[in-house]
């Protein structure tokens, strides 16, 4: 071989090395690392499976990591997630404080992080996304005053590790602060259930309704695992329908509750457009694509993080037909039982 065709072979050789190169990055596959604190509650597998559905569609595939509600576990399996080489890493964290080392990790990998539902304080987020959590308790506290004006009030609050455990109870105490100030409304118990835990709130409520002689007028239940733990204890009492119970998820047990009458009412929180648009980011920002612009910025204690806020929907009997049902969240059967 000549040497100036040996020279142009070799440059045509690395030419077509370099194409299939790009090629193969540009059809190298998304990978999204979804790391969950809990699958517990109902809602929560909903998102799994709605986020996993939607990043399918674009292409993407998604790992899911659930961290049985331990912080330790949550930050390991994170770890593992950067290790495989996920894009982006998309987090609903156990504790919003301490998952900032979450982002710090991923960030050193060059992975941006999106939090999910609840936010991580003190770090540097990349995005978040999640209903008006502040709404949500203020949703719940008009609810209750509207049905009980006046009297002894129990608060169940979710994990205090949790940012929107401590966000709901800011929108519950902006609604009752006015009925305590004028000594309507007297609140007897306020407590968070630690890990969000139902056996927790049955324990809170049978130790308030100890206290109160079982005179206790509302239960502002901070979900509606812990509404199920309170109405545990009204029923131990024979109290269930006789005390307003607010909860949040609109589980199926809850709107079931709701139409036997044992709790008041839930706030309907559509996740599927939520997960839908969370998927639908990820995938764009792995692929460094402009997405829809967020309309909010929330501070996190580090900075104002953009956020995109869903608005929650109180529901009680009167309209669970016109929302939950009406959605498709839960069938008719479901709810009313069947032959309804
Ligand atoms: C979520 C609620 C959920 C609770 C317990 C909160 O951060 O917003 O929907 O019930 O965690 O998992």
Not at 24 to 42: F, M, V
Not at 95 to 103: D, K, M, R, W, Y
Not at 106 to 127: G, N, T
Not at 310 to 327: K, M, Q
Request: one cysteine or more; glycine letters at 6%.
């Amino acid at each position: 071989m000549r040497p100036v065709r040996g020279k142009v072979l070799i440059v045509l050789l690395m030419a077509a090395l370099a194409a299939a190169g790009c090629r193969r990055q540009a059809n190298r596959q998304i990978t999204i690392g979804l790391s969950l604190d809990t699958l517990r509650e109902e809602r929560w597998q909903r998102d799994r499976d709605l986020f996993v559905k939607r990043c399918g569609e674009l292409g993407a595939r998604v790992l899911v990591q659930a961290a049985n509600n331990d912080e330790a576990v949550q930050s390991s399996q994170a770890e593992n997630l950067l290790t495989q080489g996920v894009d982006v890493l998309v987090v609903a964290p156990h504790n919003s404080e301490t998952a900032a080392t979450i982002v710090e990790a991923a960030h050193r990998a060059h992975v941006p992080v999106i939090a999910y539902d609840r936010l991580i304080r003190s770090s540097d987020v990349d995005l978040y996304l999640s209903f008006d959590n502040e709404r949500v308790g203020e949703l719940q506290a008009e609810y209750a005053v509207k049905r009980a004006p006046k009297g002894r009030y129990v608060v169940i609050g979710g994990s205090p590790a949790d940012n929107n455990a401590i966000l709901y109870h800011q929108g519950q105490m902006k609604v009752l602060k006015p009925y305590v100030d004028r000594r309507e409304i007297e609140i007897v118990t306020d407590q968070y259930a630690a890990d969000w835990q139902p056996v927790q709130a049955l324990k809170i409520l049978e130790n308030a309704l100890t206290r109160q002689g079982n005179r206790v007028d509302a239960v502002v239940a901070a979900n509606d695992g812990l509404a199920g733990g309170a109405i545990q204890a009204l029923d131990e009492q024979r109290l269930a329908g006789k005390v307003v119970v607010t909860g949040q998820d609109a589980e199926l047990t809850a709107c079931q509750r709701i139409v036997a009458g044992a709790q008041s009412m839930t706030v309907y929180k559509p996740i599927r457009g939520l997960a839908t648009k969370a998927a639908e980011i990820a995938v764009a920002m792995a692929k460094k694509q402009p997405y829809e612009k967020p309309p909010r910025r929330l501070n996190n204690g580090f900075k104002d993080v953009p956020s995109f806020l869903v608005e929650p929907i109180a529901v009680d009997r009167s309209n669970l037909d016109s929302t939950v049902i009406a959605d498709g969240f839960h069938t008719r059967e479901q709810v009313y039982g069947a032959g309804k």
